[in-house]
C-alpha cells in the first residue's frame, strides 16, 4: 500500500512564496512519476505539475508555468513543489499524486493513489 502525505501549504500574501513537501512511503516510489494537482471550491481537480521517476521530465499547466517548480528527492521517497509569486487564483487544496507508470503523467486517471490534500490560500 502507498501512503502520500502532503504538508507545507498556509496562508500567504500575493507575491509570496511557499513550499509544500510529499512524503511518500512504499518501495515503488521511486519507479513511478509524481504529481501535483489542486481543487478550487466549487471546481474539478486540475493538473499542476508532473515530474518523471528520474526528476530528468517535467511538466506544467500553462497557469503556475514559470512560477512554480517541481522537484524529487528519490532517497528521501520526497517530492517539492516551490511556488513563487503566487496570486489569489492559486487558492485550492493541493493534492500529492502516484502515477501508474514512470514517465510524465498529466491526466487524473493516470494516478491511482492520492494524498489528503494540504490548503493553500493566497490573500490579495
Known amino acids: 500500500q502507498v501512503q502520500l502525505v502532503e504538508s507545507g501549504g498556509g496562508l500567504v500574501q500575493a507575491g509570496g512564496s511557499l513550499r509544500l513537501s510529499c512524503a511518500a512511503s512504499?518501495?515503488?516510489?521511486?519507479?513511478?512519476?509524481m504529481g501535483w494537482f489542486r481543487q478550487a471550491p466549487g471546481k474539478e481537480r486540475e493538473f499542476v505539475a508532473a515530474?518523471?521517476?528520474?526528476?530528468?521530465?517535467?511538466n506544467y499547466a500553462d497557469s503556475v508555468k514559470g512560477r512554480f517548480a517541481i522537484s524529487r528527492d528519490n532517497a528521501k521517497n520526497t517530492v517539492y513543489l516551490q511556488m513563487n509569486s503566487l496570486k489569489p487564483e492559486d487558492t485550492a487544496v493541493y493534492y500529492c499524486?502516484?502515477?501508474?507508470?514512470?514517465?510524465?503523467?498529466?491526466?487524473?486517471?493516470?494516478?491511482?493513489?492520492w494524498g489528503q490534500g494540504t490548503q493553500v490560500t493566497v490573500s490579495s
Open positions: 499524486a502516484r502515477s501508474q507508470y514512470s514517465s510524465l503523467s498529466v491526466m487524473k486517471y493516470e494516478y491511482n493513489y
Open positions: 512504499g518501495r515503488t516510489f521511486n519507479s513511478k512519476a
Open positions: 515530474i518523471s521517476w528520474s526528476g530528468g521530465s517535467t
